[in-house]
């Protein structure tokens, strides 16, 4: 097998252009389903030896089972650039762990604090993860438990977890008190990458997840191209949410669908939504402009 872009481009895959997309809520749509012209979009792009990656804050476990594991993409950006895998053999190509030591200040943190949170495994296993539940009210957060279920323990107590490396920690807020959280969070454990979205599940609630500090979508992204020898000048990207922010500023060509925050909408050009077809829109606008 080989375990290197490297290795690959030696079978004669040597791609001048990237485009990097989000999944839920950019390419999926709201349904959880890929439209035909979508799918048709992505093979347009291999037709002309264009790379593709999704990028998406889901985990590779959780990813393998929406649909967008039945596209044509070459990559796979998962766990908000954590862990990269191609695609055509699920060969990992990258993973960034958090190390023992960090792991332990964070998680000290949290069992001081008021949060609720939730401690991952290791990449690619962080569908697993220990919990603490605290507050009287996180429908959002008991959610994501229910929907884990199988494979999420309560955390007992810090000193009952021996410091292990860890993929990441996740806590949902609700939307009123994610500024107040984020900036706590922030100066609290400044040598960590911070980055929140809006909840999948209920679509209203922040989740805040934090990792090393060497993982993002746009690091994720960046260390790909290099790899492929794509230059950012030949590189686009689609997203919809806060966690595609650092993406949407790091390519050359960057989109927003219809349906994103309007803080975004503001900042990149706007295709339709991700209902009605934003990423084909934004395929074909950025391969007429190229």
């Not at 686009?236 to 219809?258: E, K, M, P, R």
Request: aromatic share 10%; with cysteine.
């Amino acid at each position: 097998m080989k375990n290197s872009v490297s290795e690959q481009n030696s079978g004669g895959f040597f791609p001048e252009r990237l485009l990097i997309t989000d999944l839920d809520g950019t390419l999926m749509r709201s349904d959880g389903t890929i439209a035909e012209k979508d799918r048709a979009a992505l093979l347009r792009l291999k037709a002309r030896n264009i790379a593709t990656a999704v990028a998406t804050g889901r985990s590779l476990y959780s990813f393998s089972r929406s649909q967008g594991a039945d596209l044509p993409l070459d990559y796979v950006i998962f766990s908000t650039g954590a862990g990269i895998v191609r695609h055509a053999d699920g060969c990992i190509l990258r993973k960034v762990n958090l190390p023992p030591d960090t792991v332990a200040e964070a998680l000290t943190f949290f069992c001081d604090s008021p949060f609720d949170f939730m401690l991952h495994a290791p990449v690619p296993d962080n569908h697993h993860f220990f919990f603490r539940r605290t507050r009287q009210l996180n429908p959002d957060f008991d959610a994501r438990i229910a929907l884990y279920q199988s494979f999420a323990r309560p955390l007992d107590g810090r000193k009952g977890q021996p410091s292990r490396p860890a993929a990441q920690f996740l806590t949902v807020v609700a939307r009123e008190e994610a500024r107040d959280a984020l900036a706590f969070i922030r100066s609290s454990l400044p040598n960590m990458s911070i980055v929140h979205s809006t909840s999948p599940l209920d679509r209203k609630s922040v989740w805040i997840e934090l990792f090393h500090p060497t993982v993002s979508k746009s690091q994720a992204a960046a260390w790909l191209a290099a790899e492929l020898s794509v230059l950012v000048g030949n590189t686009a990207a689609i997203g919809n949410d806060f966690n595609d922010l650092d993406l949407l500023q790091w390519t050359s060509c960057a989109y927003v669908v219809h349906n994103a925050h309007p803080d975004l909408k503001r900042q990149f050009k706007i295709v339709a939504a991700n209902d009605h077809g934003g990423f084909a829109e934004a395929v074909d606008h950025w391969l007429d402009g190229q």
